[in-house]
């Protein structure tokens, strides 16, 4: 009785010569299919990570934020903060509002100079607040008191 593999179609005289052929030469195909296996599941796994990473981002931003009627009320009041990105004292005010401050009314100086020079800007942030500028970094207390908008 012969054996043929069934890879190379070789035969073999016994099932022990066909396992023997089977392991040594074609050990490596063997391996090969299971590294493309184990590379699909990787890059699926990858991809799948990447998405619900970027999922969570986007669902993080739509969220409403903690201060918006406190923010949507300085911009019905004109409240205006004057500031830039690269300013760590701008970024930190900004952030203190999280995602409500996409309704502060912000103007970058760097993108507005003869604004902010007419403003008489020196120091960013800068809010003007009823007609009148207070520098640096304001606290929540203070704007609630200038402005006369709840939080």
């Known amino acids: 009785m012969e054996f043929m593999c069934n890879i190379c179609n070789k035969n073999f005289d016994s099932t022990?010569?066909?396992?023997?052929?089977?392991?040594?030469k074609h050990f490596s195909e063997?391996?090969?299919?299971?590294?493309?296996?184990?590379?699909?599941?990787?890059?699926?796994?990858?991809?799948?990570?990447?998405?619900?990473?970027?999922y969570t981002l986007y669902i993080r931003g739509q969220t409403p934020g903690e201060y918006?009627?406190?923010?949507?009320?300085?911009?019905?009041?004109?409240?205006v903060i004057y500031g830039n990105d690269f300013c760590q004292y701008t970024t930190k005010?900004?952030?203190?509002?999280?995602?409500?401050?996409?309704?502060?009314?912000?103007?970058?100086?760097?993108?507005?100079?003869k604004l902010c020079n007419d403003k008489g800007i020196k120091i960013t942030p800068t809010w003007e607040i009823n007609g009148e500028m207070y520098e640096q970094?304001?606290?929540?207390?203070?704007?609630?008191?200038?402005?006369g908008c709840e939080i």
Do not use: P, W
């Open 93 to 113: 005010q900004l952030n203190m509002f999280g995602n409500s401050k996409k309704y502060l009314k912000y103007i970058k100086c760097v993108d507005n100079e």
């Open 16 to 24: 022990l010569s066909l396992e023997q052929h089977n392991k040594s």
């Open 68 to 79: 918006d009627n406190f923010t949507k009320c300085l911009t019905e009041k004109e409240t």
């Open 30 to 54: 063997e391996r090969k299919k299971k590294k493309i296996n184990k590379k699909y599941f990787i890059i699926i796994g990858l991809t799948l990570a990447i998405i619900i990473f970027g």
């Open 137 to 147: 970094v304001q606290s929540f207390e203070k704007l609630v008191g200038l402005s």
